[in-house]
C-alpha cells in the first residue's frame, strides 16, 4: 500500500478524485482521505448518508472527519474487512498532527497562484519539515488553476526557497480551464468522477503524476486511457 501526501491551502479535491478514479479502472483499491479543517469534501459529494463517515462512491472509497494518522488505520482496516486491499491512499490535510514525512512514500505541494495560498503554503510546508529539520525533503509540485499573470513559477519557488525541500522536475502545472471546471461541477451533483471531456493539459498531468507519483508502467497507464476515453 502506498500513501501520498497533498499538503497545501488551496482546493485538490478534483486531482485527488481524479487520480483515484484513473486507478479504479486499474482494477486499484483506492482510499480518498479528507484530513482537512475545512472538510470540503462532505460538501462537495451527494453521499447517500450525509452523516457517515466513511463512504464508497463510483468505486472510490472516501474517508472525511479523520483526525489522526489512527483514523487513517481504520478506514484502511475497514476496506480489508470487505475482502479488499487497499492499493492507494491519497491523503489531503492541513492539520500538524498530519504533516509528518515518515507517515507517507510521496509528498505533494499543490498551490495556487493567489497570495494567500502562497503564504497558507509557506506556514504548512515549515510543519511538515521541521519533524526532519537535519534533511532536506523532496517533494512534488502542482499550480492548480494556473493563468497568466505576473505570479509565474519562478516566483511561487522564490516564495518557498528559505524551505529545505528540493523539488522534483518539473512541476505539474494545471491550466485554469472553463470546460473541465464544468464536468467537475456536473460531477459533484451527479457523484460519479468524469475523466472523458476534461481538457488535454489537465489529462497529461493526470497520466504523467499515474507514471512519475504512482509509478504504473506504461502498459497500465495505456490501458487505464482506453477505460477512460469509454467511460462516461
Same mark, same amino acid.
Given at each position: 500500500?502506498k500513501c501520498?501526501?497533498?499538503v497545501?491551502t488551496?482546493?485538490k +479535491?478534483?486531482i485527488?478524485?481524479?487520480? $483515484?478514479k484513473? @486507478? !479504479? /479502472? =486499474?482494477e486499484?483499491?483506492?482510499l480518498?482521505? #479528507?484530513?482537512?479543517?475545512?472538510q470540503?469534501l !462532505?460538501?462537495?459529494?451527494p453521499?447517500?448518508? &450525509?452523516?457517515?463517515?466513511f463512504?464508497?462512491?463510483?468505486?472510490?472509497y472516501? $474517508?472525511t =472527519?479523520? !483526525?489522526?494518522?489512527e483514523?487513517?488505520?481504520? /478506514?484502511? +482496516?475497514?476496506?480489508?474487512?470487505? $475482502? =479488499?486491499a487497499?492499493?492507494?491512499?491519497l %491523503?489531503?490535510?492541513?492539520m500538524?498532527v498530519? %504533516? #509528518?514525512p515518515?507517515?507517507?512514500?510521496?509528498?505533494v505541494g499543490?498551490t495556487?497562484q493567489e497570495?494567500?495560498m502562497?503564504? $497558507?503554503?509557506?506556514? %504548512? @510546508?515549515?510543519? %511538515? !519539515?521541521s519533524?526532519?529539520?537535519?534533511?532536506?525533503?523532496?517533494?512534488?509540485h502542482?499550480?492548480?488553476?494556473y493563468?497568466?499573470?505576473?505570479i509565474?513559477?519562478? /516566483?511561487?519557488r522564490?516564495a518557498?526557497?528559505e524551505?529545505p525541500?528540493?523539488?522534483?522536475?518539473p512541476?505539474?502545472?494545471i491550466?485554469?480551464?472553463?470546460?473541465d /471546471?464544468?464536468?467537475h461541477?456536473?460531477?459533484?451533483f451527479?457523484g460519479?468522477?468524469?475523466?472523458?471531456?476534461?481538457s488535454? &493539459?489537465?489529462?497529461?498531468?493526470?497520466?504523467?503524476?499515474? =507514471?512519475?507519483?504512482i509509478e504504473?508502467?506504461?502498459?497500465t497507464i495505456?490501458?487505464i486511457?482506453?477505460?477512460a476515453?469509454?467511460?462516461?
Amino acid at each position: 500500500m502506498k500513501c501520498i501526501l497533498f499538503v497545501g491551502t488551496c482546493n485538490k +479535491e478534483n486531482i485527488l478524485l481524479d487520480t $483515484g478514479k484513473l @486507478l !479504479t /479502472y =486499474a482494477e486499484k483499491n483506492v482510499l480518498i482521505i #479528507d484530513a482537512t479543517f475545512r472538510q470540503r469534501l !462532505t460538501r462537495l459529494l451527494p453521499f447517500s448518508d &450525509p452523516k457517515a463517515f466513511f463512504h464508497q462512491m463510483d468505486g472510490l472509497y472516501i $474517508g472525511t =472527519a479523520v !483526525t489522526s494518522p489512527e483514523g487513517v488505520s481504520h /478506514y484502511v +482496516e475497514r476496506i480489508q474487512q470487505e $475482502g =479488499a486491499a487497499c492499493d492507494f491512499v491519497l %491523503l489531503q490535510s492541513d492539520m500538524p498532527v498530519f %504533516l #509528518d514525512p515518515s507517515l507517507y512514500d510521496h509528498l505533494v505541494g499543490v498551490t495556487k497562484q493567489e497570495r494567500d495560498m502562497i503564504i $497558507g503554503n509557506i506556514e %504548512l @510546508l515549515r510543519v %511538515l !519539515t521541521s519533524h526532519h529539520s537535519k534533511r532536506v525533503l523532496t517533494m512534488h509540485h502542482i499550480i492548480a488553476d494556473y493563468t497568466s499573470c505576473s505570479i509565474e513559477e519562478n /516566483y511561487i519557488r522564490h516564495a518557498y526557497s528559505e524551505i529545505p525541500i528540493v523539488w522534483e522536475e518539473p512541476s505539474w502545472i494545471i491550466p485554469f480551464d472553463e470546460v473541465d /471546471y464544468g464536468i467537475h461541477v456536473d460531477s459533484q451533483f451527479r457523484g460519479k468522477v468524469s475523466i472523458r471531456g476534461l481538457s488535454k &493539459p489537465y489529462q497529461k498531468v493526470l497520466y504523467d503524476l499515474l =507514471a512519475r507519483l504512482i509509478e504504473l508502467d506504461k502498459q497500465t497507464i495505456k490501458l487505464i486511457r482506453k477505460f477512460a476515453k469509454r467511460r462516461v
